[in-house]
């Protein structure tokens, strides 16, 4: 589990291809965080695990296996060399929760359709797949790209957030333009309450 606080950003500096999908290196210097071989990272809203132990020759370097599937449902598959991914380590049981509860499970891939890159006033609009949408609620929780952040505007098509300076300062948001394509989770308490509204309650 994560909280959608980003840690830092990294860069990305190999995707090769292997028969089960790609190995994604990432070169994570500017974080002080050194996982250990299996442990779970969200690399932009994506659960991934460290695939090799570290190299003691270059430390900062971050392996991870994705899968077809995981190519397939969220944005991973599109990175290339020099891209930057924002990073966070999971959460250990006294953690403080500073963001929303996060899985590292993405629902689906939005498109960005607006950007008001005003530093008084910044925010971007996304358009979730339709489905998605039966989970935001205003002021509800969403994760865009690993980051929690609050909805500032709803409408049946589409959501807005409203970023702040430290956002934009220490994640990958403030490089966001239009026609970009972003991770979304939902909020894992929302997709809870109505999957049981919608299969389990004796009023449905």
């Known amino acids: 589990m994560f909280t959608g606080l980003v840690q830092a950003v990294g860069k990305v500096v190999g995707v090769e291809d292997r028969g089960f999908g790609v190995r994604l290196v990432v070169d994570a210097a500017r974080w002080d965080h050194r996982p250990d071989l299996g442990e779970s990272i969200c690399v932009s809203g994506v659960c991934l695990t460290v695939a090799e132990p570290p190299d003691p020759a270059h430390p900062a370097l971050l392996r991870f296996d994705v899968v077809r599937e995981t190519l397939a449902k969220a944005t991973l598959g599109s990175l290339r060399e020099g891209a930057g991914v924002n990073l966070e380590r999971a959460c250990r049981p006294n953690d403080l929760l500073?963001?929303?509860?996060?899985?590292?499970?993405?629902?689906?891939?939005?498109?960005?359709?607006?950007?008001?890159?005003?530093?008084?006033?910044?925010?971007?609009?996304?358009?979730?797949?339709?489905?998605?949408?039966?989970?935001?609620?205003?002021?509800?929780?969403?994760?865009?790209?690993?980051?929690?952040?609050?909805?500032?505007?709803?409408?049946?098509?589409?959501?807005?957030?409203?970023?702040?300076?430290?956002?934009?300062?220490?994640?990958?948001?403030h490089a966001l333009q239009e026609g970009d394509r972003v991770n979304l989770e939902m909020d894992a308490m929302a997709k809870q309450v109505v999957h049981w509204l919608k299969h389990w309650s004796p009023s449905r």
Not at 106 to 132: I, K, S, Y
Request: hydrophobic fraction near 45%.
């Open 98 to 173: 500073g963001g929303h509860i996060v899985q590292g499970h993405v629902d689906g891939v939005a498109t960005v359709t607006r950007v008001q890159a005003n530093p008084a006033d910044w925010r971007v609009r996304v358009e979730p797949p339709p489905a998605l949408m039966e989970f935001a609620a205003p002021k509800g929780s969403i994760c865009i790209d690993g980051v929690s952040l609050t909805i500032a505007d709803l409408t049946p098509a589409h959501i807005e957030v409203a970023l702040i300076p430290t956002t934009l300062e220490k994640t990958t948001l």
